[in-house]
């Protein structure tokens, strides 16, 4: 798929970082990225060289001299916190020192420059919606988080779903799309997107809602997951009603809002908002400080998965034992065992799933390596109607 001309720069960016951290597969970044290796190895040298500056084929002057005046400094606090409406001193500070100015003052000197130009009057991104333990995963891609934030209108009739896709360790977003419904399939195509330049994570977290979750399924698993476990990828869900379990997305989705979306009183069209997410997208990643990460930027922080998107999806059997009793999903989601009907969910219809046996009259029900539950024969037998969901 071709780059469009906005996002390449933060392509390049992405791939040049990656490709310099210690241990990085350079062929295989080129092959996720769509780039030949030459081109590969032209960028991370320019890159070395002359930083973003080179990338981007522009001038190597500085943009600020490191002479500058008291004036100059000011000029340089306020030019930035115009880029960004909502930025405080400690980010702009922290932007100040990526960006290579001497002389850049502390933080509660940039918020008093700020606030002398009456600059602290933007909204903020707002408190939390109560109080929740932190965990954090250890390692970029064990862990990702995924949600629709709340859609809004456009000029053109349309409604916008920012599909957003968060890695828990690092802060790095891996999607932000403005979508025009919130189907399985949409969700499907932009997940595909990333697995291939950014691969495959181990899980990935997501609430109860459609379409990745199915309460009155047994395995709470709908098509989109069922999907996901057969390229290796396991659905995790929060709470019910409780959506401090995906606190950065919930986080991350304020900000988005604070810097975005409320930035504009009128929305064109879904390529408007798209565009925008993406030039916004690179910020974040780029250049936005973030407390939780020492004031690093998250793509400081992350790395692709070295578990790259397969070509050919194995077929469910290939996990299966030889000693398995194999079943084929029925059309309204059970499967007949023993002259009893176990409901798997309507996910699974005309999948082969796996019986393997744990005790005398118990199964595990596997489909590929996921444990979907266990059937218990005796209390099925026990039991008034023959019709059962699997138990956990």
């Known amino acids: 798929m071709p780059w469009e001309p906005v996002e390449v720069m933060s392509l390049k960016r992405e791939f040049v970082e990656f490709a310099s951290a210690e241990g990085a597969n350079l062929s295989e970044l080129c092959r996720r990225f769509g780039i030949s290796r030459p081109t590969g190895y032209k960028w991370v040298k320019r890159w070395q060289a002359g930083g973003l500056a080179e990338l981007e084929e522009r001038s190597r002057r500085p943009e600020y001299s490191p ?117 399985g399939e949409t969700v499907q195509a932009s ?69 975005v979306i409320t930035q504009r009183t009128v929305w064109r069209d879904l390529h408007h908002c798209d565009r925008a997410f993406k030039r916004w997208r690179e910020k974040y990643n780029h250049e936005r400080p973030h407390e939780s990460l020492a004031d690093e930027v998250p793509a400081k922080v992350y790395q692709p998965s070295p578990r790259a998107l397969p070509s050919i999806i194995a077929e469910p059997e290939s996990h299966y034992l030889t000693e398995d009793e194999l079943r084929r999903v029925k059309s309204k989601g059970e499967i007949t065992y023993r002259n009893h009907f176990f409901y798997i969910g309507s996910a699974f219809i005309g999948k ?26 005796k209390a099925a037998t026990k039991a008034k109607y023959r019709y059962h969901k699997l138990q956990p």
């Open 352 to 377: 082969s799933i796996a019986l393997r046996q744990l005790g005398e009259q118990e199964w595990e029900v596997y489909y590929c390596w996921k444990r979907l539950g266990k059937i218990d024969l």
């Open 191 to 259: 997940l595909t997107e990333a697995f291939r330049r950014y691969g495959l994570p181990a899980q990935i977290l997501c609430d109860n809602a459609r379409p990745w979750g199915a309460l009155e399924s047994p395995s709470g698993h709908t098509t989109l997951g069922v999907w996901l476990l057969e390229r290796g990828v396991e659905v995790i869900h929060g709470g019910p009603y409780h959506p401090q379990t995906q606190g950065k997305e919930e986080r991350f989705h304020r900000t988005l809002k604070a810097e």
């Open 67 to 183: 002479n500058r005046s008291n004036e100059e400094i000011e000029q340089a606090v306020l030019a930035i916190r115009e880029d960004n409406p909502v930025w405080g001193g400690r980010k702009i500070r922290r932007r100040m020192l990526d960006l290579g100015h001497s002389k850049v003052p502390s933080a509660s000197t940039v918020t008093a420059i700020l606030r002398r130009h009456g600059r602290l009057s933007a909204p903020v991104a707002g408190k939390a919606q109560g109080p929740w333990k932190r965990f954090e995963r250890s390692v970029p891609n064990d862990l990702w988080q995924m949600d629709f934030k709340g859609h809004f209108g456009t000029e053109a009739g349309e409604r916008c779903h920012p599909l957003t896709v968060l890695d828990d360790h690092s802060r790095f977003n891996l999607v932000l799309k403005a979508c025009g419904d919130e189907r």
